[in-house]
């Protein structure tokens, strides 16, 4: 569908990719994050920084209620942080100003928003003809129209 924008829903090194109108209301693509979410890691979202003392992975909520969406305040510069969205009803990636190809961060609950972006030195680290890019079980896409 040409008019459909494509998010990028985030999370340490996670990417989700969801199809979507951009009049789609957050509360239907909370959903869809979280079913999307269920299906590619059933055990728990990786981790992105365990301590020693912390789980490999996050245990994922039981409602799409419970996930926290957020935006760059800054799209130019990532070191700015997040800001939380307003997803009540009837809001939707066009009412609070975002683009097709936007980044929204997720979390669970209060926990705060972890993005991390590949830095220079994990391209520099990829082996030769890997596309410069170095494979890892952590990196992943995954994509659904909705």
């Known amino acids: 569908d040409p008019t459909s924008w494509t998010l990028l ?6 990417t989700i990719l969801l199809f979507a109108s951009p009049l789609t ?12 979410l269920r299906e590619r890691y059933p055990s ?10 912390s789980r490999a992975t996050i245990a994922l909520p039981p ?4 996930i926290v969406l957020g935006a760059l305040h800054d ?6 942080g997040w800001r939380e969205l307003d997803t009540s009803e009837g809001e939707s990636p066009q009412s609070l100003g975002l683009k097709d190809r936007a980044h929204i961060a997720f979390a669970f609950d209060e926990e705060g928003f972890v993005v991390e ?3 220079y030195e994990e391209y520099d680290q990829a082996e030769p003809g890997a596309g410069g890019k170095e494979e890892s079980g952590d990196d992943s896409e995954e994509g659904m129209d909705i």
């Not at 829903?9 to 996670?14: A, E, L």
């Not at 209301?25 to 999307?36: G, I, R, V």
């Not at 409602?63 to 419970?66: H, I, L, T």
């Open 9 to 14: 829903f985030r999370h340490g090194r996670t």
């Open 117 to 119: 972006y590949p830095g």
């Open 25 to 36: 209301p957050f509360t239907t693509l909370k959903s869809e994050l979280l079913s999307t």
């Open 63 to 66: 409602s799409p209620d419970d």
């Open 44 to 53: 728990g979202l990786p981790n992105p920084s365990p301590a020693p003392s």
């Open 75 to 80: 799209e130019h510069d990532r070191e700015k």
